[in-house]
Protein backbone atom coordinates (compact mmCIF):
# COMPACT_ATOMS: atom_id res chain seq x y z
CA UNK A 1 0.00 0.00 0.00
CA UNK A 2 2.65 2.65 0.59
CA UNK A 3 4.77 1.50 -2.13
CA UNK A 4 1.84 2.34 -4.49
CA UNK A 5 1.35 5.73 -2.36
CA UNK A 6 4.41 6.60 -3.17
CA UNK A 7 4.12 5.84 -6.47
CA UNK A 8 0.89 7.98 -7.22
CA UNK A 9 2.37 10.72 -5.28
CA UNK A 10 5.45 10.85 -7.43
CA UNK A 11 3.12 10.66 -10.70
CA UNK A 12 1.27 13.82 -9.45
CA UNK A 13 4.35 15.47 -8.57
CA UNK A 14 6.02 14.67 -12.39
CA UNK A 15 2.19 16.10 -13.59
CA UNK A 16 2.18 19.44 -11.60
CA UNK A 17 5.89 19.66 -13.00
CA UNK A 18 4.60 19.08 -16.14
CA UNK A 19 1.64 21.64 -16.01
CA UNK A 20 4.52 24.29 -14.57
CA UNK A 21 6.59 24.00 -17.27
CA UNK A 22 3.89 24.53 -20.16
CA UNK A 23 2.58 27.46 -17.93
CA UNK A 24 6.10 28.81 -17.85
CA UNK A 25 6.76 28.29 -21.57
CA UNK A 26 3.25 30.19 -22.33
CA UNK A 27 4.54 32.98 -19.97
CA UNK A 28 7.61 33.14 -22.41
CA UNK A 29 5.78 33.01 -25.47
CA UNK A 30 3.26 35.74 -24.35
CA UNK A 31 6.28 37.95 -23.33
CA UNK A 32 7.97 37.19 -27.02
CA UNK A 33 4.81 38.13 -28.99
CA UNK A 34 4.60 41.44 -26.48
CA UNK A 35 8.22 42.40 -27.54
CA UNK A 36 7.48 41.29 -30.63
CA UNK A 37 4.39 44.32 -31.22
CA UNK A 38 6.37 46.31 -29.37
CA UNK A 39 8.81 46.61 -31.78
CA UNK A 40 6.66 46.69 -34.45
CA UNK A 41 4.63 49.74 -33.59
CA UNK A 42 8.15 51.24 -32.57
CA UNK A 43 9.06 50.80 -36.23
CA UNK A 44 5.76 52.09 -37.53
CA UNK A 45 6.30 54.98 -35.42
CA UNK A 46 9.74 55.74 -37.19
CA UNK A 47 8.84 54.82 -40.30
CA UNK A 48 5.23 55.01 -41.22
CA UNK A 49 6.21 53.53 -45.04
CA UNK A 50 6.64 50.11 -43.62
CA UNK A 51 3.19 50.09 -42.71
CA UNK A 52 2.09 50.08 -46.81
CA UNK A 53 4.85 47.37 -47.66
CA UNK A 54 3.52 45.13 -44.54
CA UNK A 55 0.26 45.29 -46.41
CA UNK A 56 1.37 44.78 -49.72
CA UNK A 57 2.87 41.50 -48.42
CA UNK A 58 0.07 40.43 -46.72
CA UNK A 59 -1.87 40.87 -49.73
CA UNK A 60 0.78 38.56 -51.77
Given at each position: ??????H??????????????????????T??????????????????????????????
Open positions: MTVQRMVTVQKMRVTVQSVGLTVQKACVVQIIALTVQRTRVTMLHPSTKERDSSRFKL
